[in-house]
């Protein structure tokens, strides 16, 4: 009789179901550990206030690209990316840890560069630095970051409280982060084959700018505080628009409708777009990176979201059955589908 | 005029120096950033508890060597390694955070290897996995683990609180771990050379389980909270006594000395030493990744830690000018230096 070992790859799951899989039996223990795996952050029950933890992990070949991205906007944006996380859960991001694992290419001169980034983050974003690890790696960089927030037990907002009649929300505009992605790489080409050439990147400043030092939107949460208003539910669009309405939807058991026509995508945006022959909703839907906020509320809190400083009203949750949708301008209904990340 | 670019070598600081030079600028922003770098673990205070954090990067080929760790033990070890930490922070590990980048090398089933140690860790010390983050990497294994603990704000034990007079002591015993791995490396080399040879591990298994298995002292800390002892400092022993006791002292702002004669070091461990022509002090002093605990106490409380379970005195902490030494069985006294992780 032989024991065959069973073997299946990364790639037959994609990321969130290998996370789901692997973390599955983990019940949570401590009567402190408010919120565990799948939102945006965890919650951590502190008696008053909540502590609020997210973690992301960039490496160098696979987030990002050292030939394009100044080592000064990669510590800029390791952070950011994490606060949107803290952000997302309407609440407040305080202190952030950063490990690193490098290779000795690096100089200590590089690193520098680096934390100049992440001190501007920290600078801007009023949170501070209170750990980290640095190690060597074989290859490349590496960074972790995690983010610590805090937020009111009635205040942060998960991804699962959307209801039927909710009305559906973004922050912003979408698809820049993945089309300044593509003139970046473009540019890339074109200096790897002609290096002579000088990039071209004017009149890209806004996409090259959401790629390369995103902001994210503390505004909103400001907003939110302001008006006195709880989202039912909110989620950063990091993989594009539609895996996040997919994350709400499946989360809150309810189902949603985007239209087309109401889904901010700015002028310079949807030229590039064109330039590139790529459909500019689908660069919406799918291009990711832009961590921009997507979020419901009540139908009583219309009038609040309705004059909010760049916000805009995009559709409408649903009952689960009818799927999550796209009413095209056309007039045409398409199911949403995720792509999310296919690293492996 | 030429403009220079200046390179420094990440070899030129050392791992110590490199993070005090790049942290240096980030003072803290927010009144709840009770202590940020610079001991085992940040602390954020809650108003009633006090959450502290610590986190970890494990890198293969540098951290771990796949070739004799089982991926079961070294999610295992990634955990515990981290809830040390907390435990020198005289805190309770609450919840940790588990990121990994991994290339496509592994399989799911590798990955449920890896789980599965986590979650023994997760079971036996009783916390809660809340969050992460998985990637691809170019190559190999990547694993940054983050711990959440809580703790009192007057029972919070930092690197920074002894004092001339006070007592040093020591749990469980050191240099193990150290061993333990140049068992390993020596089988591996020996299996490399002479494939049909089988590892001769017999006789090892208390340093092989300290290398692979590491366990932390959450049991000290129950003495401490038991006797109602508070220590004065305390830190935990992952890069060998020598550098721990340099840490509270520098951080302390005094000095100490260690009677070689008191420093726990098992027949076991003493023996592969001399197996190895190793000096077993030397293993102690630097060897690393032991995890026990090395802490102070006021002479008022030498009568509580007398008696406690698997814990001994080592020495005395004097003044800052008398600088850090080894009185020797032979009755010498050496300078301490600190060997730390080279790991440029």
């Known amino acids: 009789m032989s024991t065959e070992i069973k073997r299946t790859e990364l790639n037959d799951l994609g990321e969130f179901a290998l996370i789901e899989h692997l973390t599955k039996n983990f019940p949570l223990q401590n009567k402190s550990s408010a919120k565990g795996i799948g939102d945006d952050a965890a919650v951590i029950d502190n008696g008053n206030f909540q502590t609020v933890i997210s973690t992301d992990l960039l490496v160098e070949g696979i987030h990002f690209d050292l030939s394009y991205v100044p080592l000064k906007h990669l510590g800029y944006k390791a952070v950011v990316v994490n606060l949107s996380d803290i952000y997302a859960m309407n609440a407040i991001p305080k202190q952030i840890t950063v ?70 929300c973004m922050t912003g505009d979408l698809g820049g982060a993945y089309l300044g992605l593509q003139v970046l790489e473009r540019e890339k080409q074109i200096y790897l084959e002609h290096p002579g050439v000088q990039p071209e990147l004017k009149g890209h400043d806004y996409i090259i700018g959401k790629q390369l030092k995103p902001e994210v939107r503390y505004d909103a949460i400001e907003q939110f505080a302001k008006a006195e208003l709880v989202p039912t539910a909110m989620i950063d669009i990091s993989d594009g628009l539609a895996s996040e309405v997919l994350h709400i939807c499946k989360a809150s058991g309810v189902g949603a409708f985007v239209e087309e026509g109401h889904v901010i995508i700015k002028q310079e945006v949807f030229q590039t777009a064109l330039d590139f022959r790529l459909d500019p909703i689908t660069c919406a839907l799918s291009g990711g990176e832009d961590y921009e906020l997507l979020f419901t509320i009540d139908i009583k809190d219309l009038e609040k979201v309705r004059f909010m400083n760049d916000i805009a009203i995009i559709g409408e949750i649903t009952d689960a059955k009818d799927g999550a949708t796209l009413h095209t301008k056309g007039g045409k209904i398409h199911q949403l589908t995720a792509q999310g990340w296919k690293h492996f």
Chains 1, 2 share one sequence.
Request: hydrophobic share 40%.
């Open 99 to 168: 490990s690193l694992a490098l290779s000795s290419r690096f100089s200590v001169e590089a690193l520098e560069e680096l934390y100049a980034g992440i001190r501007q983050a920290c600078e801007f974003y009023q949170v501070d630095l209170v750990g980290g690890d640095t190690t060597s790696s074989l290859t490349g960089l590496l960074i972790s970051v995690t983010a610590v927030g805090q937020g009111e037990a009635d205040k942060l907002v998960y991804r699962n409280g959307a209801k039927p009649g909710d009305i559906l």
